[in-house]
């Protein structure tokens, strides 16, 4: 097994931009498809390494339970996104890290998100852990961690995809 | 306005099957519920398990005051006022922590986890050591029931005992869940803020009128029971305990299903360490308990048990609330307490499967209350066919709006004393 696979930064970029764009632009079923059956999608809470087996999470889905986030905004009937959320995320200061996970390459970005919504604008903002895999030629992400600059203040409602 | 004139006016503000919207929306309204409601009553503080160690402590609210809990070395729990007895500083900014004393970042005034001023500066200038009689402030009554921490600012009223009344058996019934008898709060919160007044939240934790259209999005695609639970041919019922304090009572429909850990959604076979330790420990008993569940109960004015999760409600203006959650753990029940912290994270805090949108609507409510006509909320639903059980507390159907009213009788009785 080829551990760090021969992933360019500018083929990393790609990734992260899209995967940003589609999050941004609710384009569900493309979001999930990004993702690997192992998937784990995780916003830590209180700090950005509280243990997720032992302490709350913002959120802490795995790939079945992305699947059900997911299948609820399908319903329409998912409020908290009735309207949508506009968003535009910039996602910026890219490294390949020089460590692997099996043979997944890890990754990190910052990113700054402006949120749009009745009750008014937030910025959202923080760094992202990424554990990306070429499957079948494709590449996907096994792994997300969103570590929110403010995850351990009180938040507002934060129902679409970070 | 004089004390009679406010009396007067939450009298007509408060009618027994509707309230006027002005409630939520006004500053000055807000205002006396600091002074009446959260400065008097009992309030849910925090649980003994978060100050576990002597000399841990953990920075705690009642309203917008911030409360700092503290765990003496003799194991005595304190509830101090987070403001230095010099110039008003604060003497604590960490979250949480282990220390005998706190030290004043601004003169260097500290003070013993129990509140007593223990050494200032330069002490020549107070005319030497010993000399000042100050200290940090304190809730003056702090009382615990099952390891739930509750203080009141008022020093004399009724006693907690007096306050929670039978809601106390519904906090007893939570704990009874673990094999040893404790819960224990160890997995941190989540802290959502809500754009809403409190009482918003307050009201929406035990109306079963709701469930089934705000959470059907996940009801539908999680094949979770609970949507049936709170419906027109439910056998459950809500339950207004007195004193403001509500639950929704879900046994009738467990007992119907008359299976183990059927109310958590599970089989006694996937669990069987926990029922192990269970039926080891309460013996005849555990088949009840574990068939019965856990509680959904609210406590007046902001402790909100929901069968595996706990809220704290923070209310910060009239306009703005934040819910503090963190999932239940059952003292020696490993298992089940995993089980139970992943499933909470699901549901609540600020992405949760269910709570994004409960506070949604509590957002949409607060807007719509800023409308001037019709004026009035109406809780009528349901009483016409209520009763008074055989201890004294009125019961609606599962969807009935018993409990709602049980939280504005007891509103009206304190915001007029
Ligand atoms: S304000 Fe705290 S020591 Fe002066
Ligand atoms: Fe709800």
Redesign the interface.
Known sequence: MSSVVDLDIRTVERFLYREARLADEHRYEEWEALWTDDALYW?P??SDD?D??????????NRN?IA??I??FR??????QIPASRLRRVVSNVEVLDEAVGEDVVVEANFVLVESR???THVWAGRCTYRLRLVDGELRMSYKKVALVDN????????FL? | MTHADTRARYDELVQPERVHGSLYTSPEVFADELARIWYSTWVYVGHVSEVAKPNDYVRKAIGPQDVIMSRSADGEVHLLLNRCAHRGNLVCEAAAGNSSSFRCAYHGWTYRNSGELVGYPFHQGYGGRGKLDLGLGRVPRVAVHQGFVFGSFAPDGPSLAEHLGDAAGEIDRLVRLSPEGEIELTAGWLQHRARANWKLLAENETDGYHPQFVHASIFSVAESGIGALYGEKSSAVTRAFGHGHSENDLRPEFRRLGAPLGWFGTTEERMPGYVAAMRAAHGEAAQEILVEGAPHVMIFPNLFIAEIQMFTIQPLAHDVTVQHVTAVQLKGAPEMNRRMLQQCVGSVGPAGLLLADDTEMYERNQVGLGELRPEWVDVRRGSHREHVDERGHTVGGATDETAMRGFWAHYRELMTR
């Open positions: 916003v809470a209180g509280a997720p087996m032992t302490r709350m999470s913002v959120v802490h889905d339970r059900t986030r299948k609820q319903t329409g009937r998912r409020h908290s009745e009750r008014g351990a203040r009180v938040l507002p409602t934060m129902s970070i």
